[in-house]
């Protein structure tokens, strides 16, 4: 059975989408992948357990997509749901707005005690993001096309790490 919502915007062939299928495929069965541009919000209310994710565009946006599905996302009941987010960024040409993207959607949840997934900022370098909270990312950060080689393991361990937060 799938409990697990996992909602990527972005395009289809894009890295975001390509996170959420590597996300997917360690789930297996238990998580099905949602573009925010096609999702509704009875999509997300079907799911105990929510991924979100996107890169970061413009000044500390989300993909456009998220811009347009955030008002559903946060009018459904999110109280008793965990949330896990990761966000995709690139840490030279954007070393002041790295990943922020996520941030953004962190800020926009109404129970970020609910929020499971935070990582540890060592091994980036950049000098200030939004989706970083007391030393830690809010979620995972994924830097596609300066650390390509990161990829892989920092979600092989992520999945791992909210495995053992949510317990599932
Ligand atoms: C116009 C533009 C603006 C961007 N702004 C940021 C930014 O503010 N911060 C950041 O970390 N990355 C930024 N990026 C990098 C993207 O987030 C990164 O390339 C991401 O992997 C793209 O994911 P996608 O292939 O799913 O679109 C930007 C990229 C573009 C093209």
Redesign the pocket.
Known sequence: MSQIGIFFG??DN????KVARKIQELFGDQATVHNVSSAARQDVEKYDFLILGT???????M?SDWERFIDKLVESDLADKKVALFG????K??PE?????MGTIFCRLPHKENVIGYTSTRGYNFYYSTAEKEGKFVGLA????TQKEFTDKRISDWVKQIRAEANI
């Open positions: 972005g395009k894009g890295s975001t989408a890169a970061a565009w413009g000044i500390g946006e993909h995709l960024g690139d840490q040409i954007y707005s790295f990943v922020d993207g994924i830097d596609d096309d």
